[in-house]
């Protein structure tokens, strides 16, 4: 792996590698970018086959989280950390409490939350050695029916879009994944009157929302091809590639998954197959807009992040009036209103008074 040649390429600040012996912790931290303000992305743990896909892992979701942050409007740079391990049989208190050490160390420069693997309880552990933790429970909670929310409002913009309503009634929606985002947002949509059909791994999972969503299942590697107004990626990322592509029938592509596009050009595919790919960091912000709030100087409150995560209607929409005025991608055109939001207001930060 050439990592210094991925640092350079993509303009990564900080890669740290944490490890103890006594907890066990074998993680890795990616700061991708702080020009907009202290870099705040969640903590995953997950099985990697291997080490570089952990690194690599950490890498692409750190460079996503300027992306999301830039875009939604937050004063926040980019990271995130991924942990090495199975999130259902190796965490501790001494793991997360050996993680929260790390990130002391980074004296502010990253400020943790919950991703993919990793819950409050952990956050918890994390806040006993550092205060640069946020989605504790005392504060704003789990982001993960924030994320929802704010998936929820990006799905009605992209209908209004190509159906002409916000109407979600009588939709068919394929979602993939119902764990912590997946099921809520399977609860707004059923709320909505939409029929759902949805596919997980794990068991339990399922029966929860076939029981009280009334939603069909599908196996796994069944889920692309199903018939449906929209495909809602909830589980890991590179779901949209050359293998699947071919099999979607849907009319929008709009989830909450990091990096759902395997490469950029298979957003470019969706194009030219007429499909509307809702970029993944505008529509999927609900969380990190919440818990930013936790930042907030008059502290944390629910109803200004709701409100604040319901604009994510308004970003998309953003996003797809570029995408059609200069005729390209919806990735592109996301790329771009991130990129512009960081350029202008470091531009505006270096005018009138210099900090000495
Ligand atoms: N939790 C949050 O607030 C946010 C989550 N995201 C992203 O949304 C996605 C989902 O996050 P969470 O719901 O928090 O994670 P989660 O771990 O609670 O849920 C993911 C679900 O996907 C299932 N899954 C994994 N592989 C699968 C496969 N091949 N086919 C079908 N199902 C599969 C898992 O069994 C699990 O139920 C992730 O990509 C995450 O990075 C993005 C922004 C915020
Ligand atoms: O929502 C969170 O917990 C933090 C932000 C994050 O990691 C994400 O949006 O992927």
């Known amino acids: 792996m050439e990592l210094f040649k991925t640092l350079e390429e993509f303009d990564y600040e900080n890669v740290i590698l944490c490890h103890d012996k006594t907890s066990g912790l074998k993680a890795v931290i990616a700061i991708h970018d702080t020009t907009l303000g202290?870099?705040?992305?969640g903590c995953r743990m997950w099985t990697y086959d291997t080490e570089e896909d952990a690194i690599n892992d950490a890498l692409r979701l750190a460079r996503g989280m300027t992306y999301k942050n830039a875009a939604a409007g937050l004063n926040l740079g980019g990271a995130k950390t991924v942990v090495i391990g199975n999130p259902r049989k190796d965490k501790s208190e001494a793991l997360f409490r050996s993680l929260g050490r790390f990130i002391e160390g980074l004296n502010g420069r990253y400020i943790t939350a919950e991703d993919v693997g990793t819950n409050m309880k952990d956050m918890d552990y994390i806040s006993m050695e550092t205060n640069y933790v946020a989605g504790l429970a005392?504060?704003?909670?789990?982001?993960?029916?924030?994320?929802?929310?704010?998936?929820?409002?990006?799905?009605?913009?992209a209908c209004e879009e190509v159906f002409g309503t916000t109407e979600?009634?009588?939709?068919?929606?394929?979602?993939?994944?119902?764990?912590n985002v997946g099921y809520n947002?399977?609860?707004?949509?059923?709320?909505?009157?939409?029929?759902?059909?949805?596919?997980?791994?794990?068991?339990?999972?399922?029966?929860?929302?076939?029981?009280?969503f009334n939603a069909e299942y599908v196996k796994p590697d069944d889920i692309y091809g199903v018939d449906c107004d929209i495909f809602a990626p909830c589980a890991l990322g590179a779901v949209?590639?050359?293998?699947?592509?071919?099999?979607?029938?849907?009319k929008i592509v709009a989830g909450s998954s990091n990096n759902q596009l395997k490469e950029e050009r298979h957003g470019e595919?969706?194009?030219?197959?007429?499909?509307l790919y809702v970029p993944?960091?505008?529509?999927?912000?609900?969380g990190v807009i919440n818990v930013a709030e936790e930042l907030h100087p008059s502290g944390y409150n629910k109803e200004r992040a709701m409100r604040k995560v319901s604009m994510v209607y308004d970003n998309v929409k953003k996003v797809l009036q570029k995408s059609k005025e200069e005729n390209i991608p919806t990735c592109i055109a996301?790329?771009?209103?991130?990129?512009?939001?960081?350029?202008?207001?470091?531009?505006?930060?270096?005018?009138?008074?210099?900090?000495?």
Do not use: W
């Open 38 to 41: 202290p870099a705040l992305g």
């Open 138 to 157: 005392e504060k704003s909670g789990d982001p993960s029916p924030f994320t929802a929310y704010g998936v929820f409002r990006g799905i009605q913009a």
């Open 168 to 179: 979600l009634k009588g939709k068919t929606v394929a979602i993939q994944g119902v764990g």
């Open 185 to 212: 947002l399977a609860k707004y949509l059923h709320e909505a009157g939409a029929r759902l059909i949805i596919t997980d791994i794990f068991e339990d999972n399922v029966k929860r929302a076939v029981s009280e």
């Open 240 to 250: 949209i590639n050359d293998e699947t592509i071919p099999h979607l029938k849907c």
């Open 269 to 275: 595919i969706l194009q030219e197959k007429g499909i």
């Open 280 to 286: 993944d960091f505008i529509i999927n912000a609900g």
């Open 334 to 356: 996301a790329d771009m209103v991130a990129e512009d939001r960081i350029k202008t207001i470091a531009g505006v930060r270096d005018n009138f008074i210099k900090k000495v």
